[in-house]
């Protein structure tokens, strides 16, 4: 999302063999791409970007995983808390995770990645 927010190309085509209906973003998304911002305009642009897509709000079910995988892959694996939460979400979508940062999640089983 980051790529597709700062006008990638690549990711933009991407994203365009999606439905939009079967887009969604993490609400832990939301917050990394606001954090990363580099202003206010800024800010306005990524809230523009996000409004069409559905926002999946971090539910009990979506904590619990969350907090397995940290037990599981934390120590082992490095895996931080919003990657384990951005993971559960889309573990408790039933949905493949679209991200260029395929490191950062390869090793949780159960999780599909979105190949490119």
């Known amino acids: 999302m980051v790529e597709f927010l700062r006008d990638s190309a690549d990711t933009a085509k991407a994203l365009k063999t999606i439905k939009p209906e079967n887009l969604a973003i993490s ?3 939301r917050m990394e791409l606001l954090v990363g911002a580099w202003n206010n305009a ?4 990524i809230e523009k970007s996000l409004d069409a897509i559905q926002e999946i709000a971090i539910s009990e079910d979506i904590s619990a995983k969350a907090i397995d995988l940290i037990r599981k892959y934390a120590k082992s694996h490095g895996l931080k808390i919003p990657d384990a939460i951005i993971a559960a979400t889309a573990m408790d979508q039933s949905v493949e995770l679209f991200t260029y940062n395929v490191r950062d999640f390869k ?10």
């Open 27 to 29: 609400a832990v998304t």
């Open 107 to 116: 090793f949780i089983k159960g999780l599909n990645l979105y190949s490119v």
């Open 42 to 45: 800024e800010i306005r642009k």
